[in-house]
Structures are given as structure tokens and as C-alpha cells.
Nanobody, 128 residues
Framework: QVQLVESGGGLVQPGGSLRLSCAAS????????IGWFRQVPGKEREGVSC????????YYTDSVKGRFTISRDNASDTVYLQMNSLTPEDPAVYFC?????????????????????WGQGTQVTVSS
């Protein structure tokens, strides 16, 4: 079965950390850029970060720069999102998705419509 599976979400206190994983099943991520997105009820899905396929270039939306780190392990077809210094503005359902062409050099590469295969999401909650 071809799917993307996110994991690692949960409840964390403000200032805490979580590491999200996005694992591919039934296909390889070697040739895809991977984006992380998040969505809260009543709001549009927001691009958080992406990592390109060919050179590992990364891009982050301004609100997470310096706090989140995206990385990939092609050997295990897994992409990670390390989230540090979490704030009450970070809670959402976090999704990963694939795109064959994103270069991950600017905000254009975090447009939702560019990504064509999505996981089911993992919930992140930040609360004391």
C-alpha cells in the first residue's frame, strides 16, 4: 500500500520539543521534495518547511525559523521535523506531502497546491 505516515505528535509544554516523522510506505522518497504543513480548525493549511530531493536544500516559513529543523534519511525513506521551543501558536495537525519539483528556496515552494500526495496528519498540542 502506497502511503505517507506521520508520527511523533503529542502534547508538550510551551518551550518543549517534539520530533515528527514522515515515513513512506510502498514507494521511495529519493526523488521527491517533502513539505511539512500544518492546519488548525477554521484556517487554511499553512506551509511550514520543505526539503528538496536533489541537493537537500531547505526552506522554513518565518514563524518557525531558528526553532524547527527539517531533515531526511533517504535510506529509510523518512523525513523528520525537529520542533524546538514550541509556543502556543504552534498547535495544529501537521501533515507531510510530496512534490516532484520543489526546490525549497523560497515561499513559493510551500504552496499547498504544488504537493500531490499527503499523509493523514499528526496532532501537535502545546499546553501547560
Amino acid at each position: 500500500q502506497v502511503q505517507l505516515v506521520e508520527s511523533g505528535g503529542g502534547l508538550v509544554q510551551p518551550g518543549g520539543s517534539l520530533r515528527l516523522s514522515c515515513a513512506a510506505s510502498g514507494f521511495t522518497l529519493d526523488y521527491d521534495a517533502i513539505g511539512w504543513f500544518r492546519q488548525v480548525p477554521g484556517k487554511e493549511r499553512e506551509g511550514v518547511s520543505c526539503i528538496s530531493s536533489h541537493d537537500g536544500n531547505t526552506y522554513y516559513t518565518d514563524s518557525v525559523k531558528g526553532r524547527f529543523t527539517i531533515s531526511r534519511d533517504n535510506a529509510s525513506d523518512t523525513v523528520y521535523l525537529q520542533m524546538n521551543s514550541l509556543t502556543p501558536e504552534d498547535p495544529a495537525v501537521y501533515f507531510c506531502a510530496t512534490d516532484t519539483a520543489a526546490l525549497c528556496k523560497d515561499s513559493y515552494d510551500l504552496q499547498v497546491y504544488l504537493y500531490d500526495f499527503w499523509g493523514q496528519g499528526t496532532q501537535v498540542t502545546v499546553s501547560s
